[in-house]
């Protein structure tokens, strides 16, 4: 069935350093979405990506979506403290359903 | 404006008892959902409403059910709660549908003995 899979689980990175989390998918996406869940909190919508090859940016968010739509990622330049948090993706390809990867869970180091 | 709220914050409960989670939004969103958050898994969908009146079956079904009476509330229902059902619950909603920007309530922490 459908999968949308999420690497790497942690990543630890020391303030400053630039952070990276990939999410693919067994099928072809309609779109896909990134949340942000703070340690205790609740996911939080970030962007939603769906063009073939697109390309979004927040500050120092950058969101890409594959050629194929069967990839995307997220990468955080120059991270901060107030980036800790999960970062999960969210893929859909039918009309009900969302699938969500298993999210990066993302240290900063000060 | 409250957006989406849940309760219970968190509840312990003996394996066999029945017990609702309730989930309200003020947002007048047509559809809403509900996931299970276990570690290492991820979000994972339980049930949706697409629209008041209508009620649709995610990933993990099985010994949960909802009801849709109207826009607002969408509560989920454990006939008989077991061991495995531990978990944090999120209830979610968007304006129309899975393609949509959803938005979270806080989360119910659910132990099963």
């Known amino acids: 069935g459908q999968q949308v899979m999420q690497i790497p689980q942690y990543q630890h990175v020391q303030e400053g350093e630039d952070f990276t989390t990939y999410c693919n998918s067994s099928t072809t996406l309609s779109n896909i979405q990134w949340y942000k869940q703070r340690p205790g909190g609740h996911p939080v919508f970030l962007i939603q990506?769906?063009?073939?090859?697109e390309v979004k940016k927040q500050k120092r968010l950058t969101f890409q979506f594959g050629e194929a739509k069967k990839n995307s990622s997220l990468h955080i330049t120059a991270t901060q403290t107030t980036d800790v948090g999960t970062y999960f993706c969210?893929?859909?390809?039918?009309?009900?359903?969302?699938?969500f990867g298993t999210g990066t869970r993302l240290t900063v180091i000060p | 404006i409250a957006g989406i709220t849940q309760a219970p914050t968190s509840q312990i409960l003996a394996a066999g008892r029945r017990m609702t989670l309730r989930c309200t939004q003020d947002?007048?969103?047509?559809?809403m959902y509900w996931y299970r958050q276990d570690l290492g898994l991820g979000l994972r969908l339980i049930h949706y409403s697409n629209t008041a009146g209508t009620t649709g079956k995610g990933e993990v079904p099985d010994g949960y059910s909802v009801s849709r009476a109207n826009t607002d509330d969408f509560p989920l229902t454990l006939a008989s709660a077991v061991p495995s059902q531990t978990s944090v619950y999120f209830c979610?909603?968007?304006?129309?549908?899975?393609?949509?920007?959803?938005?979270f309530g806080p989360g119910t922490r659910l132990t099963v003995l």
């Open positions: 969210a893929g859909k390809s039918g009309a009900n359903n969302l699938f």
């Open positions: 979610a909603s968007s304006d129309s549908g899975f393609g949509n920007e959803q938005f």
């Open positions: 947002m007048r969103h047509n559809a």
């Open positions: 990506l769906v063009k073939s090859g």
